[in-house]
């Protein structure tokens, strides 16, 4: 599981990831850590109408996390 969050302040997504990951401890549940994603503003990252990331650094951070996402699928695949 990858997890990304976007909040319109600069710790919404925050606070809501690290509960998240906690209960997903709790859980033993196969996680990917990193990069995390967590958009600050998104109001000023995200094409309101289309929903298209409009922001070349959060861009490029999301790019980075679906790399590491699909070599972390593998690896846990292989794991099972």
Do not use: C, W
């Not at 196969?30 to 922001?55: C, H, L, Q, R």
């Not at 790019?63 to 590491?68: E, F, I, K, S, T």
């Amino acid at each position: 599981m990858a997890i990304q969050s976007a909040s319109p302040s600069t710790l919404g997504g925050a606070r809501a990831q690290y509960h998240l990951r906690q209960m997903l401890v709790f859980l033993d549940a196969s996680v990917f850590n990193k990069p995390e994603i967590i958009v600050t503003f998104v109001n000023t990252k995200v094409d309101e109408a289309t929903g298209e990331v409009i922001d070349e650094p959060t861009r490029e951070t999301i790019r980075q996390q679906l790399a590491g996402f699909a070599k972390f699928i593998l690896r846990v695949n292989r794991a099972s």
